[in-house]
């Protein structure tokens, strides 16, 4: 399940606790795609958070809503346990 949390991060949420070698390729995948706008993940037991800075993405990007493209990038990041 991916859902917003809060202003600033999205978050997958896992029906199962997530490895340790799990975590290491999602970051590895997250370095490829991080910018300026979208800017860390953390992990917990079963999450997966992506941080961003919204005011940027609507000034750099000139859009309303950028929980598209954060949506993209998470859905990314976590299509590596696939």
């Known amino acids: ?14 029906n199962k606790t997530l490895t340790d070698s799990e975590k290491e390729l999602m970051q590895q995948k997250f370095e490829t795609l991080k910018t ?4 860390d993940i953390v992990f917990t037991t079963s999450t997966v958070n992506i941080l961003y800075h919204p005011t ?4 750099r990007l000139s859009m ?9 990038v998470i859905e990314e990041v976590v299509g590596v346990l696939k």
Not at 64 to 72: A, R
């Open 56 to 59: 940027l993405m609507m000034d």
């Open 36 to 39: 300026d706008e979208i800017y």
């Open 1 to 14: 399940m991916i859902f917003e949390n809060g202003e600033r991060v999205m978050t997958y949420q896992s």
């Open 64 to 72: 309303i809503d950028p929980s598209e493209v954060v949506l993209e």
